[in-house]
């Protein structure tokens, strides 16, 4: 069946550091990718998404690209704020209009100044 | 546009007691999941509607959990009776009939057994 594999957290991270947060990915066909993030006492909302092999997602300074030879769609950003500390979580979708939505386990992201 | 609607927020019951989550989606959009999330865990998917049909319930403990989603708009979702293991947040998402669209969550509802 489908599944998404995240880094284990929490990831505690300086401001203004580099972050990167691996994510990949097993399912039959081709997937769209999602990137959620869950700021405290939140729910999830969409942060990014690719629907395509090499597509690129992009929004808020946070990156990633769809690479389907290593299954994968890490989350990357060049300069991280304290304002970026939340729960990352990694999912796919599969294809057709009734498609189920599968999530990882999530990633924390702390960072202090 | 209004976004997806759950209430309520938070819910404190006894084990053995019932409960029931409610749902507005977003409207027109005929895919809606509830999720159960752990503290520290992902989402996992209890049920997914197509419209007023259930797609997958796969992972609804059948022996306590009911959902229902009546004329294909609101749901609700209920457990009865609820076990200390029922502590969660259920989150209710919605999707429009488009490919590769994202969902829409809600703030989700906040359940301790106690």
């Known amino acids: 069946g489908n599944s998404v594999t995240q880094m284990e957290g929490p990831v505690t991270l300086s401001e203004e550091a580099f972050l990167t947060i691996n994510c990949t990915y097993t399912a039959t066909g081709y997937p769209s990718l999602f990137w959620y993030v869950q700021y405290p006492g939140e729910g999830l909302q969409l942060l990014l998404k690719a629907t395509k092999a090499d597509d690129k997602g992009s929004n808020k300074g946070f990156e990633a690209t769809y690479r389907k030879e290593t299954t994968s769609f890490h989350l990357e950003k060049g300069s991280v704020q304290v304002s970026d500390s939340a729960v990352y979580f990694c999912?796919?979708?599969?294809?057709?209009?009734?498609?189920?939505?599968?999530f990882g386990t999530g990633t924390r992201l702390q960072v202090t100044l | 546009e209004a976004g997806v609607a759950q209430s309520p927020r938070y819910k404190i019951i006894e084990k053995r007691q019932s409960v029931a989550f409610w749902c507005n989606p977003i409207s027109g959009h005929a895919t809606l999941y509830w999720y159960q999330q752990i503290l520290g865990q992902g989402p996992k998917l209890l049920i997914q509607?197509?419209?007023?049909?259930?797609?997958?319930d796969s992972q609804l403990p059948k022996d306590r959990f009911s959902a229902e989603r009546l004329k294909g708009v609101d749901s609700t979702l209920k457990i009865q009776p609820a076990k200390l293991e029922d502590s969660a947040v259920y989150l209710c998402?919605?999707?429009?009939?488009?490919?590769?669209?994202?969902?829409?969550f809600g703030q989700g509802t906040r359940l301790t057994v106690v």
């Open positions: 509607f197509q419209n007023n049909g259930v797609v997958d």
């Open positions: 998402a919605s999707r429009p009939p488009r490919q590769n669209t994202e969902a829409f």
């Open positions: 999912a796919l979708s599969t294809t057709g209009t009734a498609s189920k939505l599968t």
